[in-house]
């Protein structure tokens, strides 16, 4: 006779169910983090508080306290995640272009990915520029800053082809500084006052920069 082997369907149902707790942990920290940044967008960091983020997920506290030790804890998930997808934001929106590509469709296409993404997430705003940052955080950004201008100056250099690379950071870092500015009135309108924003920001870009450029 077959040697018996066991009950495979308990030892696979066994195998699953750590699957399955993780999988609920998971949705579980999703719920917390969108909750988070609710909160933070309609508070600041600062004011808000985990009873305030535990109350807009429906959770009780000692569930939050379950995933999250604090506030900043819950900022900083928030914020990696964030800066993870905004370095794939960088990737597409500053790619190489072709040298052809008119100097006014590469500003457009270059704002248009980075207003998506912070209309899509407002709150990484709310945390990159808010005055309590955590400090982790604040390194993160930091590194995320200086890729943005490595970037932007690789994005800028088949236009100035004969400017000095110096100069080519400078203006890079204008036009990051003129973007935020910008930001910050786009993100504080909606509709179509939010798009006439967009457009005076794309305006501002491409008038700088035109002056500069090598035709």
Not at 32 to 48: I, M, R
Not at 133 to 139: C, N, V
Not at 141 to 147: M, Q, Y
């Amino acid at each position: 006779m077959p040697e018996k082997t066991g009950k495979p369907g308990k030892q696979q149902a066994a195998d699953e169910r750590p699957v399955r707790r993780q999988a609920r942990g998971e949705r579980r920290i999703t719920q917390l983090l969108e909750a988070a940044a609710s909160v933070f967008c309609s508070t600041g960091y600062t004011a808000a508080s985990t009873n305030a983020i535990a109350r807009e997920a429906g959770v009780s506290p000692g569930t939050l306290y379950q995933f999250f030790p604090n506030k900043e804890a819950i900022a900083i998930e928030l914020g990696s995640r964030l800066m993870h997808e905004m370095r794939e934001t960088y990737g597409e929106a500053l790619a190489p272009i072709d040298p052809t590509t008119p100097l006014e469709d590469a500003v457009a296409a270059a704002v248009d990915r980075f207003i998506d993404f912070n209309c899509r997430h407002p709150v990484f705003f709310t945390l990159m520029h808010g005055p309590d940052i955590p400090g982790r955080m604040a390194e993160e950004h930091d590194a995320l800053h200086a890729t943005l201008i490595a970037r932007v100056e690789a994005l800028l250099t088949p236009f100035l082809p004969d400017t000095p690379p110096a100069d080519v950071r400078r203006t890079a870092q204008v036009c990051v500084g003129i973007y935020k500015a910008g930001l910050e009135l786009v993100l504080a309108h909606e509709g179509a006052e939010r798009e006439a924003y967009v457009r005076e920001l794309k305006n501002v870009l491409f008038r700088y920069l035109d002056p500069l450029v090598v035709d």
